[in-house]
């Protein structure tokens, strides 16, 4: 008589008490002896002593069953499968073996197969069924029951491939449950930047409670049946099948990679078998750097025949982006090791056509890669017409993306210059989805504060990508579309509260312009017009920060160093610096937007054709100057060092100074630039500087600032190189030209600094006395009215002061008619500085006596006469 369903199901059940019923219900149906060893096998205790006797139990099970009838062969069957249950390692191989011996040699195989398979379809109910309820001490493991099931399947696979209808839907159960929620499957996961509260539906739920170690382990099992089978192309939902195992080909995974791998076998692809070794030794952690050295695919000196890579590079790809996102060797964790791999990955795809590559971008921009084939005037239509922020592309991944072009930019890029404009659209696709969100008022009200956050870092990203981009690719042909749709997605909304987001630190949106700013094709972009805004523009934005009163020293340095690229400035070696100011090369990107500001040529001097730069930033001269004073100011005044001028800015000040015609912003220019002398170290700098303040100053008019002759005066005090003494007495000259009060102690300063025709090192000491009697007589002018006149005499007694304390710091090295000379004006001298009112023009007064002679000289001698004192004893 036959057991019935419910007693063969109880015996193949995961609970004990329910099969230990069932073998009692058995009694008149089963021979003793049978019935007898059953129980044992079911009273054996899970333990390391007692394990033995129970592999003795299912050996003798084994012998007995065999010779019995079908219907005791079945129950003995349906007990075994039960038996896996029992959790407790050390049974389990042994219960399966003795199964597996059994089906090898019973002539009733195939109904015995297909309890297994039902076991396998009741086994997945278990698993997926919320409301099955077990007992606490029963504790089935379902998945891992199910694992053993594929493993018995797996022996029989002809067996499994005949009836593939029932395997194939207890499969994708598994899989559709399983696998495509796990970490091994990423294409379909999403995120919603909504959640504001609970953290956990950021993350797509999973159907079961099954850890993803444990489905892993089940398709491998899988993997080890399909890679058997004969015919895949009859094999039901073949079709699907191939297109998940393609995708759990991009697993990080390995051991998933590989199983998927051995799957794909099945369908018997062209040319794939011959290549099986290769493709698993790039699976294989120990051997994967050296396949990549040996397995060239290089579409013109590569390993693989030209007719099998349509078939071989999609899945030799899918491979190395898993083994990219994975791990490529031992100890590769960590961002440095993950841009390394990604890096090792890149430059072996370089050996692709660009069709192949572009076919690679598929996979590492999934899922939107869809986009690329917009053009861009539709693009962002489209993509916001599939925008959902509660099921949106995981920021995490959009990350992976970025950091997946930048070292495409690093590794590939100029490789392959063909693709640069899919590159192009992808950075744009991603700006998109980075942008869109923060931007749509109606979108970032519901953005969580963590998505928010998140979202702008990648913001910062896509602006730092761009600008590798423009610096990378310096003569890329932007289409104008590409352009427009730069601007209107990344770069024009950054420009919103310009000032105060990037006043204290330099910025990516900085760093991006500087890219523009310093290439030849892509400069006049920073003056391209704002199509909703026509006054608008980069530069514009720019120079209002530069000229800001917010802005931090680090800020306007770097600022200085985008308008010295923009104006070619060229540093010529250690030993000077030169401006090169010849044309800029033909530009090759014509953009309809772009505009140069116009300029006043009433006040600048330009004759002839000038570069595109200095077109742009002569209308900005006021702003620039302004700067540099307030900088100036600050050295001078607080003595903070960061505000001293760097060479940039020096040649800034330099380039821009050749075009100015207006008497006031030379006037600036010119002190400024004597303002910097002091603090060069460069003699041909300095000499560079003073020719062109002299420039400067034969086009000043009226002088309304007496800063230009103090620093001239100053420079007299400490100057020793001959030639630079020179062209500060040329100076001094221009100056006596425009302020008449100046010409008798100009006149005696140029005597004063007069050199022997034949011997440039000495001085001409009949010309020094005429300066000095120059001198006397000016003093001997002076009377109580003019000598408090300010206006009249400061300038000039401040350059003799200064002229004859030089001397004086040197006197011993002159003959004695020098010191004489010398002596007699500090008396001559005396007199008159008496003669100055005190109430009426202290400020004078103070900085003749105090500032001058008592700080500059007499301190100083005093301190270097110790210094010597203190050297010699």
Same mark, same amino acid.
Request: charged residues 30%.
């Given at each position: 008589?036959?057991?019935?369903?419910?007693?063969?199901?109880?015996?193949?059940?995961?609970?004990?008490?329910?099969?230990?019923?069932?073998?009692?219900?058995?009694?008149?149906?089963?021979?003793?002896?049978?019935?007898?060893?059953?129980?044992?096998?079911?009273?054996?205790?899970?333990?390391?002593?007692?394990?033995?006797?129970?592999?003795?139990?299912?050996?003798?099970?084994?012998?007995?069953?065999?010779?019995?009838?079908?219907?005791?062969?079945?129950?003995?069957? $349906? $007990?075994?499968?039960?038996?896996?249950?029992?959790?407790?390692?050390?049974?389990?191989?042994?219960?399966?073996?003795?199964?597996?011996?059994?089906?090898?040699?019973?002539?009733?195989?195939?109904?015995?197969?297909?309890?297994?398979?039902?076991?396998?379809?009741?086994?997945?109910?278990?698993?997926?069924? *919320?409301?099955?309820? &077990?007992?606490?001490?029963?504790?089935?493991?379902?998945?891992?029951?199910?694992?053993?099931?594929?493993?018995?399947?797996?022996?029989?696979?002809?067996?499994?491939?005949?009836?593939?209808?029932?395997?194939?839907?207890?499969?994708?159960?598994?899989?559709?449950?399983?696998?495509?929620? /796990?970490?091994?499957? &990423?294409? %379909?996961?999403?995120?919603?930047?909504?959640?504001?509260? *609970?953290?956990?539906?950021?993350?797509?739920?999973?159907?079961?409670?099954?850890?993803?170690?444990?489905?892993?382990?089940?398709?491998?099992?899988?993997?080890?049946?399909?890679?058997?089978?004969?015919?895949?192309?009859?094999?039901?939902?073949?079709?699907?099948?191939?297109?998940?195992?393609?995708?759990?080909?991009?697993?990080?995974?390995?051991?998933?990679?590989?199983?998927?791998?051995?799957?794909?076998?099945?369908?018997?692809?062209?040319?794939?078998?011959?290549?099986?070794?290769?493709?698993?030794?790039?699976?294989?952690?120990?051997?994967?750097?050296?396949?990549?050295?040996?397995?060239?695919?290089?579409?013109?000196?590569?390993?693989?025949?030209?007719?099998?890579?349509?078939?071989?590079?999609?899945?030799?790809?899918?491979?190395?982006?898993?083994?990219?996102? #994975? !791990?490529?060797?031992?100890?590769?964790?960590?961002?440095?090791?993950?841009?390394?791999?990604?890096?090792?990955?890149?430059?072996?795809?370089?050996?692709?056509?660009?069709?192949?590559?572009?076919?690679?971008?598929?996979?590492?921009?999934?899922?939107?890669?869809?986009?690329?084939?917009?053009?861009?005037?539709?693009?962002?239509?489209?993509?916001?017409?599939?925008?959902?922020?509660?099921?949106?592309?995981?920021?995490?991944?959009?990350?992976?993306?970025?950091?997946?072009?930048?070292?495409?930019?690093?590794?590939?890029?100029?490789?392959?210059?063909?693709?640069?404009? $899919?590159?192009?659209?992808?950075?744009?696709?991603?700006?998109? $989805?980075?942008?869109?969100?923060?931007?749509?008022? #109606?979108? /970032?009200?519901?953005?969580?504060?963590?998505?928010?956050?998140?979202?702008?870092?990648?913001?910062?990203?896509?602006?730092?990508?761009?600008?590798?981009?423009?610096?990378?690719?310096?003569?890329?042909?932007?289409?104008?579309?590409?352009?427009?749709?730069?601007?209107?997605?990344?770069?024009?909304?950054?420009?919103? #509260?310009?000032?105060?987001?990037?006043?204290?630190?330099?910025?990516?949106?900085?760093?991006?312009?500087?890219?523009?700013?310093?290439?030849?094709?892509?400069?006049?972009?920073?003056?391209?017009?704002?199509?909703?805004?026509?006054?608008?523009?980069?530069?514009?934005?720019?120079?209002?920060?530069?000229?800001?009163?917010?802005?931090?020293?680090?800020?306007?340095?770097?600022?200085?160093?985008?308008?010295?690229?923009?104006?070619?400035?060229?540093?010529?070696?250690?030993?000077?610096?030169?401006?090169?100011?010849?044309?800029?090369?033909?530009? !090759?990107?014509?953009?309809?937007? /772009?505009?140069?500001?116009?300029?006043?040529?009433?006040?600048?001097?330009?004759?002839?054709?000038?570069?595109? #730069?200095?077109?742009?930033?002569?209308?900005?001269?006021?702003?620039?100057?302004?700067?540099? &004073?307030?900088?100036?100011?600050?050295?001078?005044?607080?003595?903070?060092?960061?505000?001293?001028?760097?060479?940039?800015? %020096?040649?800034?000040?330099?380039?821009?100074?050749?075009?100015?015609?207006?008497?006031?912003?030379?006037?600036?220019?010119?002190?400024?630039?004597?303002?910097?002398?002091?603090?060069?170290?460069?003699?041909?700098?300095?000499?560079?500087?003073?020719?062109?303040?002299?420039?400067?100053?034969?086009?000043?008019?009226?002088?309304?600032?007496?800063?230009?002759?103090?620093?001239?005066?100053?420079?007299?005090?400490?100057?020793?190189?001959?030639?630079?003494?020179?062209?500060?007495?040329?100076?001094?000259?221009?100056?006596?030209?425009?302020?008449?009060?100046?010409?008798?102690?100009?006149?005696?300063?140029?005597?004063?600094?007069?050199?022997?025709?034949?011997?440039?090192?000495?001085?001409?000491?009949?010309?020094?006395?005429?300066?000095?009697?120059?001198?006397?007589?000016?003093?001997?002018?002076?009377?109580?009215?003019?000598?408090?006149?300010?206006?009249?005499?400061?300038?000039?007694?401040?350059?003799?002061?200064?002229?004859?304390?030089?001397?004086?710091?040197?006197?011993?090295?002159?003959?004695?008619?020098?010191?004489?000379?010398?002596?007699?004006?500090?008396?001559?001298?005396?007199?008159?500085?008496?003669?100055?009112?005190?109430?009426?023009?202290?400020?004078? %007064?103070?900085? %003749?006596?105090?500032?001058?002679?008592? &700080?500059?000289?007499?301190?100083?001698?005093?301190?270097?006469?110790?210094?010597?004192?203190?050297?010699?004893?």
């Amino acid at each position: 008589m036959m057991a019935s369903t419910d007693i063969l199901r109880a015996l193949s059940g995961p609970s004990k008490s329910d099969r230990l019923d069932a073998l009692e219900k058995l009694k008149d149906l089963t021979p003793p002896e049978v019935l007898k060893l059953l129980v044992e096998i079911e009273e054996v205790q899970t333990t390391l002593a007692d394990y033995r006797n129970k592999e003795r139990y299912l050996e003798d099970l084994s012998k007995l069953a065999l010779n019995e009838s079908e219907d005791v062969l079945v129950c003995v069957f $349906h $007990h075994l499968l039960g038996t896996l249950y029992i959790n407790f390692e050390k049974f389990w191989g042994p219960t399966i073996r003795v199964i597996i011996d059994i089906l090898n040699v019973t002539k009733h195989q195939k109904r015995l197969l297909h309890i297994v398979l039902d076991e396998l379809k009741l086994t997945n109910d278990s698993i997926y069924d *919320d409301n099955v309820r &077990e007992l606490p001490e029963d504790r089935p493991d379902y998945v891992l029951h199910r694992n053993f099931i594929l493993q018995i399947l797996a022996k029989f696979a002809r067996f499994v491939e005949t009836n593939h209808v029932l395997f194939m839907d207890q499969l994708f159960r598994f899989i559709e449950n399983e696998l495509m929620v /796990s970490p091994f499957v &990423e294409k %379909l996961a999403r995120q919603d930047l909504t959640a504001k509260d *609970d953290p956990d539906v950021r993350r797509k739920p999973r159907r079961n409670n099954t850890s993803a170690s444990k489905s892993k382990e089940t398709f491998i099992t899988v993997s080890r049946i399909v890679q058997s089978f004969s015919n895949m192309v009859m094999i039901h939902r073949q079709d699907e099948f191939k297109e998940f195992i393609l995708n759990v080909m991009t697993s990080r995974d390995a051991s998933m990679q590989k199983a998927a791998f051995n799957c794909l076998t099945a369908y018997d692809i062209e040319h794939v078998r011959s290549y099986a070794d290769k493709i698993l030794r790039l699976l294989d952690d120990k051997k994967i750097r050296s396949e990549l050295s040996a397995f060239s695919i290089d579409s013109e000196n590569g390993l693989i025949n030209d007719d099998h890579r349509k078939h071989l590079i999609p899945i030799i790809h899918r491979i190395l982006f898993g083994r990219m996102v #994975g !791990q490529v060797g031992k100890k590769t964790s960590g961002r440095d090791k993950a841009d390394k791999r990604k890096s090792t990955v890149m430059r072996y795809v370089a050996g692709c056509t660009v069709d192949e590559i572009i076919d690679f971008f598929e996979l590492l921009f999934d899922p939107i890669f869809k986009y690329s084939g917009s053009s861009y005037d539709e693009l962002r239509a489209t993509v916001e017409k599939d925008l959902n922020i509660k099921s949106y592309v995981p920021l995490n991944k959009l990350q992976a993306m970025l950091d997946t072009l930048s070292s495409y930019l690093d590794s590939v890029a100029n490789l392959k210059p063909e693709t640069l404009p $899919h590159l192009s659209k992808m950075i744009n696709i991603i700006t998109l $989805h980075v942008v869109i969100p923060l931007e749509d008022t #109606g979108l /970032s009200s519901q953005l969580d504060a963590k998505s928010a956050k998140i979202l702008k870092i990648l913001r910062r990203g896509c602006l730092e990508i761009s600008m590798n981009y423009f610096k990378s690719f310096p003569y890329y042909r932007f289409t104008q579309s590409e352009i427009d749709f730069i601007f209107k997605t990344l770069i024009w909304p950054c420009t919103e #509260g310009f000032v105060d987001k990037n006043h204290a630190t330099v910025t990516p949106v900085l760093k991006l312009i500087d890219s523009l700013m310093e290439n030849d094709v892509y400069h006049r972009l920073i003056v391209k017009r704002n199509k909703s805004n026509e006054e608008e523009y980069l530069l514009h934005h720019l120079m209002s920060l530069y000229g800001s009163d917010k802005i931090e020293r680090p800020v306007s340095k770097y600022i200085a160093q985008m308008i010295f690229n923009l104006l070619k400035l060229k540093v010529e070696d250690d030993d000077g610096m030169e401006i090169d100011e010849t044309p800029r090369e033909n530009y !090759q990107l014509e953009d309809i937007d /772009s505009k140069v500001p116009l300029f006043d040529s009433n006040l600048y001097n330009v004759d002839g054709s000038i570069s595109l #730069g200095l077109q742009m930033m002569i209308p900005y001269i006021p702003v620039i100057f302004d700067r540099l &004073e307030k900088n100036c100011l600050r050295f001078l005044e607080k003595k903070d060092s960061s505000y001293r001028f760097e060479s940039s800015e %020096l040649l800034i000040l330099s380039a821009l100074s050749g075009y100015l015609k207006d008497s006031s912003h030379c006037l600036l220019a010119t002190k400024l630039l004597l303002s910097t002398v002091e603090h060069q170290k460069k003699g041909d700098l300095i000499i560079s500087i003073l020719k062109t303040a002299q420039t400067l100053m034969k086009q000043v008019t009226e002088m309304d600032d007496s800063k230009v002759i103090d620093f001239t005066a100053d420079t007299l005090s400490y100057q020793r190189n001959i030639e630079q003494r020179k062209e500060l007495c040329k100076l001094v000259e221009i100056l006596s030209g425009i302020d008449t009060n100046l010409k008798q102690a100009s006149k005696a300063v140029v005597l004063m600094n007069s050199t022997n025709e034949d011997l440039v090192d000495v001085p001409d000491l009949a010309k020094w006395n005429e300066g000095f009697n120059q001198a006397f007589e000016y003093f001997d002018n002076l009377n109580e009215e003019t000598v408090n006149k300010p206006s009249e005499v400061q300038g000039s007694l401040t350059l003799l002061l200064n002229q004859v304390g030089f001397i004086v710091s040197a006197v011993d090295k002159y003959e004695f008619s020098v010191r004489e000379n010398c002596l007699i004006f500090y008396e001559k001298l005396a007199p008159k500085l008496n003669m100055i009112q005190k109430d009426r023009n202290s400020k004078m %007064l103070k900085e %003749l006596l105090s500032d001058t002679i008592l &700080e500059k000289f007499l301190k100083k001698g005093l301190r270097d006469t110790n210094d010597s004192i203190k050297h010699t004893y």
